[in-house]
């Protein structure tokens, strides 16, 4: 099974800053995916990022506010811009493995806003 | 939006059969069962999946019904680190996002 690796685990930001996360991945995978769990909720897809192209957002989340990279097929990174209370949550990385069948998720970075 | 429908809680004694519900009305006829779990502090794990044949694997078993409508995760001697928030997923597995959209989960709690 793919091993995500995803940094830093937590963190604790001052409003109106930005945190970059990072997500490696020991394995070569076509998708990864972020996700933002609230406090006390499920989880909720914020984007897919894509290798070599821009990430596709869902609804509700803007490239403006969370911007993605993927430079390659083992790494990416979301930024969260411009903080508020209301970003604090878990962020988590996940990828796919083989055929796409499963994926595979970081443990997760905590997030509070102060 | 999430379209499985599971109890937001339940309880099993420790060393029983937890069976888990979801219903899935209205999955097409390509997407498949998956179940994730998420314990506490950590990311989701894959538990299991399937398309309309009954499946196990050193976790759990999977049921799904002939006319695919509902499911049962069934973990058959669960334990106290079974505890955890298990989620029932429909996913077009071969669907080039591969994306997984999560419903509110059910909660099980393992009594000793």
């Known amino acids: 099974s793919a091993v995500i690796s995803q940094k830093p685990s937590r963190d604790i930001c001052q409003r109106g800053t930005s945190l970059t996360i990072q997500c490696q991945v020991d394995?070569?995978?076509?998708?990864m995916f972020w996700y933002r769990q609230q406090p006390g909720q499920s989880l909720t897809l914020i984007a897919t990022?894509?290798?070599?192209?821009?990430?596709?957002?869902e609804s509700g989340f803007v490239i403006d506010k969370f911007p993605i990279s993927r430079p390659n097929l083992t790494f990416s990174t979301l930024t969260v811009s411009n903080m508020s209370p209301e970003d604090s949550s878990i962020y988590l990385c996940?990828?796919?493995?083989?055929?796409?069948?499963?994926?595979?998720f970081g443990s997760g970075t905590q997030l509070s806003v102060l | 939006d999430a379209k499985t429908t599971q109890p937001p809680s339940m309880d099993c004694a420790e060393g029983r059969a937890a069976n888990l519900p979801c219903n899935h009305s209205?999955?097409?006829?390509?997407?498949?069962v998956y179940w994730y779990r998420q314990i506490h502090s950590q990311g989701p794990q894959y538990i299991i999946h399937?398309?309309?044949n009954n499946e196990t694997n050193e976790m759990a078993s999977l049921i799904i019904t002939e006319d695919r409508k509902s499911s049962t995760l069934i973990l058959p001697h669960a334990t106290l680190r079974d505890t955890a928030v298990y989620y029932c997923?429909?996913?077009?597995?071969?669907?080039?996002?591969?994306?997984?959209?999560f419903g509110s989960g059910t909660r099980l709690l393992v009594r000793p």
């Open positions: 996940s990828a796919e493995q083989g055929s796409g069948e499963k994926l595979f």
């Open positions: 394995s070569q995978v076509t998708m």
């Open positions: 990022a894509n290798q070599g192209s821009e990430a596709t957002y």
């Open positions: 209205t999955i097409s006829g390509n997407e498949y």
């Open positions: 399937g398309l309309k």
């Open positions: 997923i429909v996913r077009a597995a071969m669907d080039s996002s591969y994306k997984l959209i």
